[in-house]
């Protein structure tokens, strides 16, 4: 069964931190380079940092240098732990196999909302 479950948003202040978590099956993650994708209101979904099933990491310049992802192949669990958050970091956050397309299977998300 095909499952992507995310947890960890919420509301947080402009300059603090979230840990995002994501709980895949092992059809979406084992082998699988996995990423963060996230959409803000009104805008495409964007990725903003990919994990191999090695561990190396890349990040769009979005979140390069105050995210970090990372992978727990034990667990099929990804983090996304965000720092320095800004107003425009405000988005649904998901999780998925990378060069993952709109037809395939997302889970329901994860806000992440960004204010004072």
């Known amino acids: 069964q095909v499952q992507l479950v995310e947890s960890g948003g919420g509301l947080v202040q402009p300059g603090g931190s979230l840990r995002l978590s994501c709980a895949a099956s092992?059809?979406?993650?084992?082998?699988?380079?996995m990423g963060w994708y996230r959409q803000a209101p009104g805008k495409q979904r964007e990725c903003v940092a990919i994990?191999?099933?090695?561990?190396?990491?890349s990040y769009s310049n979005g979140g390069k240098g105050r995210f970090t992802i990372s992978r727990d192949n034990a667990k099929n669990t990804v983090y996304l732990q965000m720092n320095s958050l800004k107003a425009e970091d405000t988005a649904v956050y998901y999780c998925?196999?990378?060069?993952?397309?709109?037809?395939?299977?997302w889970g329901q998300g994860t806000p992440v909302t960004v204010a004072s």
């Open positions: 092992g059809s979406i993650f084992s082998g699988n380079a």
């Open positions: 994990v191999t099933s090695g561990g190396m990491t």
């Open positions: 998925n196999k990378r060069f993952a397309a709109a037809a395939d299977y």
